[in-house]
């Protein structure tokens, strides 16, 4: 029998709780890079102001999300002064 999954996450991941951290780390990617590409920031440019490498900016603009926790999203989300809210449902 087949197995469905409710999201891609869900089909990548052991456990929901691994599923649910990915899909906030790819939230967080695509905001931080759309922020990247809205201001038309350089990787170095972006990497100054985030705080980072440009190899590390790199890494974020090609989705490498092994390479970021969602620790360091969120401080890099933080150092471009956004704001994060969260919504808490019953999984």
């Not at 972006?46 to 090609?62: K, Y």
């Not at 969602?70 to 989300?77: F, K, M, S, T």
Request: hydrophobic letters at 45%; one cysteine or more; a neutral charge.
């Amino acid at each position: 029998m087949d197995k469905t999954y409710t999201s891609a996450f869900d089909a990548l991941c052991d456990t929901p709780i691994e599923a649910a951290n990915l899909k906030l780390r790819a939230d967080l990617m695509m905001h931080i890079s759309d922020i990247i590409k809205q201001n038309g920031w350089t990787q170095k440019q972006a990497a100054s102001r985030c705080g980072l490498t440009q190899p590390r900016i790199n890494d974020l603009l090609n989705g490498r999300i092994d390479k970021f926790s969602l620790d360091a999203l969120v401080n890099i989300n933080a150092q471009l002064g956004q704001a994060l809210s969260f919504q808490f449902a019953v999984a």
